[in-house]
């Protein structure tokens, strides 16, 4: 049985909050070798306030990386 996911468009509401690391890793370009850049269970937390925005354009701090968004959480 395949579980239907529905895809809804991330907003700014649903991206304000808490939340919690799970991993960081990044890729050697040349080898294509991926590492874990703080270790296999990384611990922290990031919170997005709507004044984010304000400071954002005064300095930069860029990442990507994969989440998870669930009904309840």
């Known amino acids: 049985m395949t579980e239907t996911v529905e895809l809804v468009p991330l907003t700014k509401d649903a991206l304000l909050g808490a939340w919690r690391m799970t991993s960081w890793t990044y890729e050697i ?31 930069m701090f860029a990442y990507s990386g994969t989440y998870t968004v669930k009904s309840d959480r």
């Not at 990384?42 to 300095?59: C, F, H, M, N, Q």
């Open 29 to 59: 370009v040349g080898s294509g070798e991926k590492r874990d850049a703080l270790g296999p269970d990384p611990r922290g937390w990031i919170v997005y306030t709507p004044e984010e925005k304000l400071a954002l354009y005064d300095t």
